[in-house]
Nanobody
Framework: QVQFVESGGGAVQQGGSLRLSCEVSGGEFESWVMAWYRQAPGRQREYIARSYYETEWYEDSMKGRFTISRDNAKNTLYLQIHSLKSEDAGVYYC????????WGRGTQVTVSS
């Protein structure tokens, strides 16, 4: 059974930074395209970026402040967020791309002014 365990969220002031982590167990992490998604309150879950070995792709609106990375030896995916804005608040999830496995609980990001 594949499990995604996201962590690293919290309450941050606007302009701050966060590094989110996603530990993956029960699957072939290294061979997967892994992605980050987020869900803001009252909105649908949206795609942020994906990673496959040394290649990264970003949703156009997410370019510049988000950096996705991975450590295949640790089965862990990361998301660095810089210059946080209020609209970055929400629950962040990782999953494979483009098809999805059962979602983890996500990690909550709160942005204060």
């Amino acid at each position: 059974q594949v499990q995604f365990v996201e962590s690293g969220g919290g309450a941050v002031q606007q302009g701050g930074s966060l590094r989110l982590s996603c530990e993956v167990s029960g699957g072939e992490f290294e061979s997967w395209v892994m992605a980050w998604y987020r869900q803001a309150p009252g909105r649908q879950r949206e795609y942020i970026a994906r990673s496959y070995y040394e290649t990264e792709w970003y949703e156009d609106s997410m370019k510049g402040r988000f950096t996705i990375s991975r450590d295949n030896a640790k089965n862990t995916l990361y998301l660095q967020i810089h210059s946080l804005k209020s609209e970055d608040a929400g629950v962040y999830y990782c999953n494979i791309w483009p098809d999805h496995l059962p979602w983890g609980r996500g990690t909550q990001v709160t942005v204060s002014s």
